[in-house]
């Protein structure tokens, strides 16, 4: 059982910035594909970006694509999640999902078979 665990929200203002991280707890992840999702009140949750721990392959969401940036580092065993340029829109629970199967769509929910427990951000002045 691989279980998650995210760390980097916050609260920030708008324009700035912050960087989530995600972990393993007990084991390493090679060969898996690593999601970013979010959910504000009142929302269906959404793909916001993903990473594959073998090749560095991305996918990011449209009204993130060119503020944040998705990267992994496989000697800490860690993928982050870079935010700038954050809008008030961007405010939701953040969650770090992982999945072996590499096909059908990055941003499918059900396709994720392990979850972190969220992390808030929150952008407000």
């Known amino acids: 059982q691989l279980q998650l665990v995210e760390s980097g929200g916050g609260l920030v203002q708008p324009g700035g910035s912050l960087r989530l991280s995600c972990a393993p707890s007990?084991?390493?992840?090679?060969?898996?594909?690593i999601g970013w999702f979010r959910q504000a009140p009142g929302k269906e949750r959404e793909g916001v970006s993903c990473?594959?721990?073998?090749?560095?392959?991305?996918n990011y969401g449209d009204s993130v694509k060119g503020r944040f940036t998705i990267s992994r580092d496989n000697a800490k065993n860690t993928v982050y999640l870079q935010m700038n340029s954050l809008k008030p829109e961007d405010t939701a629970v953040y969650y770090c999902?992982?999945?072996?199967?590499?096909?059908?769509?990055?941003?499918?929910?059900?396709?994720?078979?392990?979850w972190g427990q969220g992390t808030q951000v929150t952008v407000s002045a």
């Open positions: 999902a992982a999945r072996r199967f590499r096909g059908g769509s990055w941003s499918d929910t059900r396709l994720y078979a392990y």
């Open positions: 007990r084991s390493t992840w090679d060969n898996y594909v």
């Open positions: 990473i594959s721990t073998s090749d560095g392959s991305t």
